[in-house]
């Protein structure tokens, strides 16, 4: 069996590293990068920064000696800069940790997979001078889905739609 992966994004203008969950599906349904990449990643003229994406072993990215052996490798082969140029973030992990605690830590979530949540490509201009409806997928990711109280919320939605005994 194959060890599982994940992605590294790197910025080179934000010099940021961000992680990511794997995904080896058509680029045009990975709705997780495009909206990190439209939210964190685009100027407000619509210019995409530069940067790398890059596949690891999970297990290996998150042992703190081989994670600093990357980053130093990384850092040598592209810009040359110290590693300490580049702060690792743990991309929308870190933005659905700061929206549970903006909401004081609660096991009930009163916005939980809200449209504010939904994490969608940047096409909404296109569409429209298209003529085609607004976005809508059935493999929608949400902010949620990275949240700390995910099971617990999700837990309280699916007894409500009686999945649960």
């Not at 680029?27 to 997780?32: C, L, M, N, S, V």
């Not at 072993?57 to 000696?65: C, I, V």
């Not at 870190?94 to 830590?105: E, V």
């Not at 929608?140 to 649960?164: H, I, M, N, T, W």
């Amino acid at each position: 069996m194959a060890a599982e992966q994940i992605r590294i994004l790197r910025c080179d203008q934000c010099h940021t590293l961000e992680e990511l969950p794997d995904f080896e599906g058509n680029p045009r349904d990975d709705h997780i990068l495009a909206a990190l990449i439209r939210q964190k990643h685009t100027e407000e003229s619509g210019t995409t920064h530069i940067g790398q994406l890059m596949r690891v072993e999970k297990d290996k990215w998150h042992t703190p000696s081989v994670r600093k052996e990357i980053l130093r490798q990384l850092s040598v082969q592209t810009t040359g800069f110290d590693p300490e140029v580049y702060k690792a973030d743990a991309g929308f992990r870190d933005d659905a940790l700061t929206c549970w605690k903006n909401h004081l830590r609660v096991r009930e979530c009163g916005d939980y997979k809200s449209p504010e949540k939904r994490l969608t490509p940047n096409t909404a201009k296109e569409r429209k001078e298209a003529g085609l409806p607004k976005y809508h997928s059935d493999k929608d990711v949400f902010l949620c889905d990275f949240c700390p109280a995910k099971s617990v919320v999700q837990e309280k939605v699916f007894k409500q739609r009686g999945l649960y005994n």
